[in-house]
């Protein structure tokens, strides 16, 4: 394996989340040996990784993200012997594997909270967020957690409030410890000499809060279904001191070669803080944000965000259309479209300057999942439904075989439905069919791999007329042109700039003498010369 430092620069990934991707044991649930079983079909994809989804020690009530042990493998998926298998199994398919790190929170079970509880004098008491309550008895101030609620629970022991900004079994760790900081460094140790390529951090930006604990303002969204999403977090999270822990981080990553970070931003000032945690050589590597992970879609705000993040040359950003938060991208952006504006949307993604993320099943065009409110298991769907039905319908299992049982997932009923709108969709029906998304997805796939200027090379938008995104990526003779009809309905006719123009990859439109014509939701690619 290539030791390049930037090889994440311009990488595509596929995501992993593991619980839904195959499952081997026959338990309902997806495991390691499922996933390493797979690692052929991923490598066919022209992917250049896997970001894993977290398969460490916990007792899953947020399905991994509540870790009780960060250098354990549970037994749900495993043993650190299957890890390390599947590490050498992406290695020795040219793949890299970045896995998944909270170091935000942590389980109510984890050791260390258990014993921080204890007392207020114990080793590791000041390792969580605690506050006393007011005189009256009620919180230290007005923060909200984002499953619903307020962010502090009253621990008895302790006579005292421990914060949590998701889950009352998430207690928030105190990253301003310096031991607590040490200790999560020695973590990320751990995972880098076991070989893994780098990490995904979790909610980076909740790594610290305001020392003050003073009360988040109103953000005027009376009509919000989640209260979270009625406060402006300006003390809760993305607080100055997460810098100098990241800056520690990167040094510990950076002594391995060839590792990267990428961050998860959840900031309300999301592409600000993309550039503050990103900037320079001593923070993450780069960073996505949810900027392109809500239900806002159409060419002008696509433009707005990207030309936010084109504007300072020494960011590196990262983009992903799906992940296992947010419902599937064919039916928030693609909803009744044909099924070929997958294709047009992965097109998208991965010609954007920037990585990357593929999140598992967008290859196939997978929409999203009715998951029926007797089979929630998600608590943010069984707190917000009707009106949120939370992330169990992007977690619905991947769809192998048309006429196995629960579409070859697993030989007994999965731990969430198969969608039955996925089981037509499955890759061994798409596999042989070359107009399928699959199949687009490998030719495109192999097809990028090939330009340079797809990796590293410069972005730069355009105004052409009607309503169309279009950018170049690249200077000089092997300049690539890409423009996007975003539209659902209306053919969009445009003049193609100066330059001798050759059509590279069919992407739906074609090039009519000096302009190019797109069908509702296609795209064209070109090269100058």
């Given at each position: 394996m290539t030791l390049d430092p930037d090889w994440w620069r311009g990488a595509v990934m596929y995501q992993v989340y593991p619980r839904s991707f195959q499952d081997l044991n026959g338990?309902?649930?997806?495991?390691?040996?499922?996933?390493?079983?797979?690692?052929?079909?991923?490598?066919?994809?022209?992917?250049?990784?896997?970001?894993?989804?977290?398969?460490?020690?916990?007792?899953?009530?947020?399905?991994?993200?509540?870790?009780?042990?960060?250098?354990?493998?549970?037994?749900?998926?495993?043993?650190?012997?299957?890890?390390d298998a599947l590490v050498e199994g992406c290695h020795q398919r040219g793949l890299k594997l970045i896995i998944d790190q909270v170091y935000s929170h942590t389980s109510d079970q984890h050791p260390w909270f258990v014993e921080s509880r204890k007392s207020r004098d114990n080793a590791k008491a000041d390792w969580y967020v605690w506050a006393d309550a007011k005189p009256d008895g009620s919180a230290p101030n007005n923060w909200l957690a984002?499953?619903?609620?307020?962010?502090?629970?009253?621990?008895?022991?302790?006579?005292?409030?421990?914060?949590?900004?998701?889950?009352?079994?998430?207690?928030?760790?105190?990253?301003?410890?310096?031991?607590?900081?040490?200790?999560?460094?020695?973590?990320?140790?751990?995972?880098?000499?076991?070989?893994?390529?780098?990490?995904?951090?979790?909610?980076?930006?909740?790594?610290?809060?305001?020392?003050?604990?003073?009360?988040?303002?109103?953000?005027?969204?009376?009509?919000?279904?989640?209260?979270w999403f009625m406060q402006r977090h300006l003390y809760n999270i993305d607080q100055p001191e997460t810098l100098p822990f990241v800056e520690r981080l990167r040094a510990v990553t950076d002594a391995a070669p060839g590792r990267m970070m990428v961050a998860e931003l959840s900031s309300?000032?999301?592409?600000?803080?993309?550039?503050?945690?990103?900037?320079?050589?001593?923070?993450?590597?780069t960073a996505y944000s949810f900027a392109f992970l809500g239900a806002k879609f159409g060419a002008a705000f696509l433009r707005r965000q990207i030309e936010i993040l084109n504007?300072?040359?020494?960011?590196?950003?990262?983009?992903?259309?799906?992940?296992?938060?947010?419902?599937?991208?064919?039916?928030?952006?693609?909803?009744?479209?044909?099924?070929?504006?997958?294709?047009?949307?992965?097109?998208?993604?991965?010609?954007?300057?920037?990585?990357a993320f593929l999140y598992q099943g967008e290859e196939l065009?997978?929409?999203?999942?009715?998951?029926?409110?007797?089979?929630l298991v998600d608590p943010e769907g069984l707190a917000f439904w009707p009106d949120h039905q939370g992330r169990d319908g992007c977690r619905t299992p991947m769809?192998?075989?048309?006429?196995?049982?629960?579409?070859?997932?697993?030989?007994?009923?999965?731990?969430?439905?198969?969608?039955?709108?996925?089981?037509?969709?499955?890759?061994?029906?798409?596999?042989?069919?070359?107009?399928?998304?699959?199949?687009?997805?490998?030719?495109?796939?192999?097809?990028?791999?090939?330009?340079?200027?797809?990796?590293?090379?410069?972005?730069?938008?355009?105004?052409?007329?009607?309503?169309?995104?279009?950018?170049?990526?690249?200077?000089?003779?092997?300049?690539?042109?890409?423009?996007?009809?975003?539209?659902?309905?209306e053919t969009m006719t445009t003049a193609l700039p100066a330059g001798a123009w050759t059509s590279v990859f069919d992407l739906g439109a074609h090039i009519d003498g000096d302009k190019a014509v797109l069908p509702p939701g296609t795209a064209f690619a070109a090269r100058l010369g």
């Amino acid at each position: 394996m290539t030791l390049d430092p930037d090889w994440w620069r311009g990488a595509v990934m596929y995501q992993v989340y593991p619980r839904s991707f195959q499952d081997l044991n026959g338990d309902g649930v997806g495991d390691l040996p499922g996933l390493i079983s797979r690692l052929d079909y991923i490598a066919s994809l022209g992917v250049d990784g896997i970001w894993l989804s977290p398969v460490f020690t916990s007792p899953m009530t947020d399905f991994g993200y509540d870790v009780s042990d960060y250098c354990g493998i549970d037994p749900l998926f495993g043993t650190l012997a299957d890890f390390d298998a599947l590490v050498e199994g992406c290695h020795q398919r040219g793949l890299k594997l970045i896995i998944d790190q909270v170091y935000s929170h942590t389980s109510d079970q984890h050791p260390w909270f258990v014993e921080s509880r204890k007392s207020r004098d114990n080793a590791k008491a000041d390792w969580y967020v605690w506050a006393d309550a007011k005189p009256d008895g009620s919180a230290p101030n007005n923060w909200l957690a984002v499953f619903g609620g307020q962010a502090w629970t009253w621990d008895s022991r302790r006579r005292q409030y421990y914060l949590h900004n998701f889950l009352t079994s998430q207690p928030d760790l105190n990253l301003h410890n310096p031991e607590v900081q040490d200790a999560i460094l020695g973590v990320a140790r751990f995972w880098l000499e076991r070989g893994v390529d780098g990490f995904r951090l979790d909610v980076a930006d909740f790594y610290t809060h305001d020392r003050q604990l003073r009360d988040n303002p109103s953000a005027d969204r009376p009509d919000a279904v989640k209260p979270w999403f009625m406060q402006r977090h300006l003390y809760n999270i993305d607080q100055p001191e997460t810098l100098p822990f990241v800056e520690r981080l990167r040094a510990v990553t950076d002594a391995a070669p060839g590792r990267m970070m990428v961050a998860e931003l959840s900031s309300d000032l999301a592409l600000k803080v993309t550039a503050d945690y990103t900037r320079g050589s001593k923070r993450f590597h780069t960073a996505y944000s949810f900027a392109f992970l809500g239900a806002k879609f159409g060419a002008a705000f696509l433009r707005r965000q990207i030309e936010i993040l084109n504007a300072e040359a020494d960011i590196w950003p990262s983009f992903a259309f799906s992940n296992h938060d947010v419902a599937r991208v064919a039916t928030r952006w693609g909803k009744d479209r044909p099924r070929d504006f997958a294709k047009t949307l992965i097109a998208l993604l991965t010609t954007l300057r920037g990585t990357a993320f593929l999140y598992q099943g967008e290859e196939l065009g997978l929409p999203q999942s009715d998951v029926p409110y007797e089979r929630l298991v998600d608590p943010e769907g069984l707190a917000f439904w009707p009106d949120h039905q939370g992330r169990d319908g992007c977690r619905t299992p991947m769809p192998w075989a048309s006429s196995e049982p629960f579409a070859g997932f697993s030989p007994v009923e999965p731990w969430l439905p198969v969608e039955p709108a996925h089981v037509p969709l499955a890759v061994d029906r798409q596999a042989d069919d070359p107009d399928s998304v699959l199949a687009f997805t490998r030719r495109w796939l192999a097809w990028r791999r090939e330009q340079d200027e797809l990796k590293t090379g410069t972005l730069t938008l355009l105004d052409l007329p009607g309503r169309t995104l279009a950018y170049l990526r690249g200077e000089g003779p092997k300049t690539l042109l890409f423009i996007f009809n975003l539209d659902a309905e209306e053919t969009m006719t445009t003049a193609l700039p100066a330059g001798a123009w050759t059509s590279v990859f069919d992407l739906g439109a074609h090039i009519d003498g000096d302009k190019a014509v797109l069908p509702p939701g296609t795209a064209f690619a070109a090269r100058l010369g």
